[in-house]
């Protein structure tokens, strides 16, 4: 059974820094694209940066320029470094990876993101 697994989330003051890191389990094949997700409380589960074929990653609007995601796509993992982190950053943030054939995706547990004002 495959199982992705997040860590690295915790507590940090706006402006802050945390790196949350992706691993994957039980798995026989490669990724073909891998990204974060986060879901704040009461809102809708939304993209944070998308890798697809460990070429050009897409991120949120709101996140250029501040956070960078990293990908081996070997071992299938991922990383998202986050920097000048404020309030609204605080969320569940979620690693997702997807097989196109045949179509499947995967989600991590989540790891809680909490930036204070």
């Known amino acids: 059974q495959v199982r992705l697994v997040e860590s690295g989330g915790g507590l940090v003051q706006a402006g802050g820094s945390l790196r949350l890191s992706c691993g994957a389990s039980g798995i026989f094949f490669r990724f073909n694209d891998m990204g974060w997700y986060r879901q704040a409380p009461g809102k809708q589960r939304e993209l944070v940066a998308s890798n697809a074929g460990g070429g050009y990653t897409d991120y949120a609007d709101s996140v250029k320029g501040r956070f960078t995601m990293a990908r081996d796509v070997a071992k299938n993992t991922a990383f998202l470094e986050m920097n000048s982190l404020k309030p609204e950053d605080t969320a569940v943030y979620y690693c997702?990876?997807?097989?196109?054939?045949?179509?499947?995706?995967?989600w991590g547990q989540g790891t809680q993101v909490t930036v204070s004002s």
């Open positions: 997702h990876g997807r097989r196109n054939l045949p179509r499947s995706d995967y």
